[in-house]
């Protein structure tokens, strides 16, 4: 089983607009609202690949008992530890584009936590991939990934690191087997310079690969034996929001299948679905036949020797 891990977890809002302009109002053609937060979507649209998941975080309040009621209707199994503090909403404004305004989250206490770490330890004892992913509510400790990671890897699990800042860079000290920053995330951990070299150093601080999403600009995965880029079939207009967490979710698909990791077909499939997930109106949702169609047209990238 695929375990998804989201610690802030949200109840999503997605508006479609004609057009956005700052300092000015809008009408809303359409609204979406969902359970949402990144562990959340990538549980999502594995399960519409019938992949076996368990959605697992921290939730509180009203949403939170929509977050839940979300999940259950979707058929998605979910058992989440309880806080106090209500959960928080995400809103993304999409116009051709997207525009994402992301609450902080509620304060989640030490009491709270350490019930939770108890949950995520019993939870790990079946699974066989644990995605860690999206932000830390006010709270938790920057190294709360980094204790998870540890948990996880006791548990004999994989396990998929998809985090910013301090929590990232913590993170990695705990050896997942895969990191998945965003280009600015990674920037942010790494600093600047081109993305390769920036990929090497996040490397060397302890994941086994490190896979950057890059939108438009594809996917870029660098291990110690090799790295391989692919790109897009083209450039999309859609709702990029929950791209990355399909990218999340393709790849713990392939750290579940038993064995060495394919990477060339593992980035090709992730990319396919990248894809899929913008042409998707809502985060968490992935077009199934745009998902087929792309699978076709994206080439397995070739290897580039390590430097
Ligand atoms: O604040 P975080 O946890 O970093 O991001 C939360 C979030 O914006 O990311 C998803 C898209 O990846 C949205 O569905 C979600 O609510």
Known sequence: ??????????????????????NSSHRVRAVHQRAGGKGVNVARVLA????????????????GAEIAEDLSRAGIPARFGAIEGTSRRTVTVVSGDATVFNEPGPAVTAEEWRRFRGLFRELCRDARVVVLSGS??????????AELTEDARTEGARVLLDADHEALR??????????????AELARAAGPG???????RLLAAGPAAVVVSRGPDGLLGVTPDGSWAVRPPRRLSGNPTGAGDAVAAALARAL????PLDWPGALADAAAMSAAAVLSPVAGDIDPSAYRAFLQEIACPSPQPPR
């Open 170 to 183: 913590l993170g990695l000290a705990a050896r997942p087997d895969i990191a998945k920053p965003n280009a």
């Open 48 to 63: 519409s690949l019938d992949a076996e998941v368990l959605v697992t975080g921290l939730i509180g309040g009203g949403a």
């Open 1 to 22: 089983m695929i375990l998804t891990v989201t610690l802030n977890a949200a109840l999503d809002v997605t508006y479609e607009v004609d057009g956005l302009v700052p």
């Open 256 to 259: 579940h299948s038993p064995g």
């Open 194 to 200: 081109p993305v390769e070299e920036a990929a090497r």
């Open 136 to 145: 830390l509510p006010p709270g938790l400790a920057p190294d709360a990934y």
